[in-house]
């Protein structure tokens, strides 16, 4: 039982100049799904490289489970052939030349070696009755390479298509593929660098789905890397936000979604409105940007910088006075399928706000544009600027 | 003129034909191996050493072959500590021989296949060879087995292109290992030979095989390509 906890463990920690910054990565987790969130361009893919070891890190360390593969202070850094860690990569990267078939057994080759490898020296090592114990099992390693490679492919829902080209199949086809491919390698982990970029919009939630029913039973960790909030959110339980290479958030998903520390993470978690503020009193705020002094029931953190607030989470009011309301006036308004989206100017302040609207919610079918809007307390994010 | 032209062909010596294809096979199947060995070794080199190899194996392509001869008789003559060497120890003859012709044709055409095959090389897209990596393949595997038939188109027009430049060559020949008929007189080196005596008609005739020859080789090496593209 131990045991198995301590191979589902990763720690990152390590720092790998880029072109325009350096990417600095801290990170422990044991859990089983790990995101990485962050714009493009922000180190992501990096950071998944760095742990494959396709990239080397200047320095620090990336343990996995009870094993090092890159240490700069022990000079130990593996390379990725003994890693044994799958990489999906964006591309899914098949061989264009080798069919289905051939494309996951040559994954198997590379390790057929060790096995035979380890199974000497285990006879080696082992008494001579364990010797013809383990000879036996020698002879028949498990079951013979191609009815693993048939299950496989059962697995993934790719029967009958071991004789097709990688041209010759669909995205969601390439994608099993390529994570046949890495099965049959036998990761400790596996890293999703952006799976869903390279399919039609509306075949990525099927994906989604798919993804994480073949990754189920998938004993080790994943990461997921991706600048889609919904893609993350819905995959992973711990979440790492990146910006130019810095980690700006961490922690578990639902949570860090819910409460963004810092004006970078609310952003990426998606909030539409940010705005300066600053504490003016025990139980009070000055929101800048809109002019508004908010009264409220919790304590102020000392460092409150910004506030943030979801563009879904007001309620409008359609005449003044009411408290904690903030009074505006429209600049433009756009629709969208199932919602619509207002910009307002606040009346007192500089800032643009976004209030968005329900088509089938409780406001979807107000007939005036509202003349003020008024926050909850429970849906402010405090945010302070440090990281 | 028609009678002329048969009385040649009856009494040509057909030897040049069998030299300048013995030549350009051999060159062709050196320059096949060598090329895509120098191509995948040097390939990772650092720099700037990687770009002084790559210059120094393209010269040849660009200098006058009679350069290069200069330099391969600098080395090999039997009057010089190489070919002294050679010639004592294993009674290799370099000069004036077939092997000449061989070894002037491989320097001349080597750049083709090295080029060639060094170029679709870069182009195999990384994310393969990475992937390659992250499954387990050795580096030997990774190329052998994802580069190599890979970079197929170019390789083919790399060996195709340095036959075609073996079956031609001139002025390498022509200095390292001279024209001796029926040992060293290739196609080319006849047809400047029989020039000097204003022999229109044999010279025509050999014309005509290294031209057919040689448009047989780009169409083949067209019509290959155009395939691969389909």
């Not at chain 1, 910004?306 to 359609?318: E, K, S, T, V």
């Not at chain 2, 013995?22 to 090329?35: D, P, R, S």
């Not at chain 2, 320097?107 to 083709?112: D, K, Y």
């Not at chain 2, 992937?131 to 197929?152: C, D, M, N, V």
Request: proline content about 5%; glycine content about 8%.
């Amino acid at each position: 039982m131990e045991k198995a906890e301590q191979s589902s463990f990763c720690k990152l920690s390590f720092q790998l100049p880029l072109d325009s910054f350096l990417l600095d990565i801290h990170f422990s987790s044991n859990k089983k799904r790990i995101g990485i969130l962050g714009a493009s361009g922000s180190g992501k893919s990096m950071c998944l490289k760095s742990i494959a070891g396709i990239v080397t890190p200047r320095q620090g360390e990336i343990l996995l489970g009870d094993s090092c593969l890159f240490s700069s202070s022990k000079k130990i850094n593996l390379p990725p052939q003994k890693r044994r860690i799958g990489y999906l990569f964006q591309s899914y990267a098949l061989f264009p030349h080798l069919t289905v078939w051939e494309n996951i057994a040559i994954a198997m080759e590379g390790q057929d070696k060790e096995n035979l490898l380890s199974n000497f020296w285990k006879r080696g090592k082992s008494g001579d009755r364990e010797i013809s114990a383990n000879s036996s099992v020698f002879k028949e390693p498990r079951e013979s390479k191609s009815e693993r490679i048939f299950a496989l492919l059962r697995k993934m829902e790719l029967s009958g298509l071991e004789k097709r080209f990688p041209a010759e199949l669909s995205g969601g086809q390439q994608q099993r593929v390529a994570l046949a491919r890495i099965f049959a390698n036998e990761p400790k982990m596996i890293l999703l660098d952006e799976p869903f970029s390279a399919l039609d919009l509306y075949l990525r939630d099927k994906m989604q789905e798919e993804l994480m029913l073949h990754l189920e039973d998938f004993p080790g960790q994943a990461i997921m890397v991706s600048h889609s909030r919904d893609e993350i959110y819905r995959f992973a339980e711990e979440v790492i936000m990146l910006q130019e290479g810095k980690v700006i958030g961490q922690g578990e998903t639902k949570e860090v979604f819910r409460q963004p520390k810092n004006r970078q993470a609310a952003i990426l978690t998606g909030c539409k409105n940010i705005a300066k503020a600053k504490k003016i009193g025990e139980h009070s705020i000055f929101i800048e940007d809109w002019g508004l002094e908010l009264t409220m029931k919790q304590e102020i953190p000392e460092k409150l910088s910004a506030i943030g607030y979801r563009a879904h989470d007001f309620i409008p009011l359609f005449s003044g006075g009411e408290e904690n309301a903030v009074s505006v006036q429209l600049l433009s308004k756009a629709e969208l399928p199932f919602e619509q989206n207002f910009y307002f100017q606040p009346e007192k302040g500089e800032g643009e706000i976004c209030f968005l609207v329900q088509r089938d919610g409780p406001y979807g079918k107000m007939q005036e544009i509202p003349k003020a809007l008024q926050l909850r307390e429970e849906k402010l994010l405090l945010l302070t600027e440090e990281n | 003129m028609m009678n002329e032209l048969l009385a040649g062909l009856r009494s040509l010596d057909w030897s040049p034909l069998w030299i300048s294809l013995k030549t350009a096979c051999i060159t062709m199947v050196i320059c096949f191996f060598l090329g895509i060995f120098l191509a995948q070794k040097l390939g990772k080199w650092k720099e700037p050493w990687q770009s002084i190899a790559d210059s120094l194996l393209t010269l040849p392509m660009v200098l006058p072959p009679t350069v290069a001869g200069y330099f391969l008789l600098l080395l090999f003559s039997k009057r010089r500590p190489v070919g002294i060497f050679l010639y004592s120890h294993f009674g290799i003859k370099v000069v004036q021989s077939f092997l000449g012709c061989v070894l002037a044709a491989t320097v001349i055409s080597l750049p083709l296949m090295y080029r060639n095959a060094k170029a679709s090389f870069a182009l195999v897209p990384k994310d393969l060879v990475q992937a390659g990596r992250t499954l387990g393949l050795s580096e030997t595997k990774i190329f052998w087995k994802i580069i190599l038939p890979l970079s197929g188109p170019g390789i083919l027009s790399g060996t195709v292109l340095s036959f075609a430049r073996a079956l031609g060559e001139y002025g390498a020949t022509s200095m390292l290992a001279g024209n001796i008929p029926g040992k060293t007189a290739t196609i080319s080196q006849r047809i400047a030979l029989v020039m000097q005596d204003q022999d229109y008609v044999t010279a025509g005739v050999w014309v005509g095989v290294v031209l057919l020859i040689s448009l047989f080789c780009m169409t083949a090496l067209q019509l290959l390509s155009k395939r691969k593209e389909l």
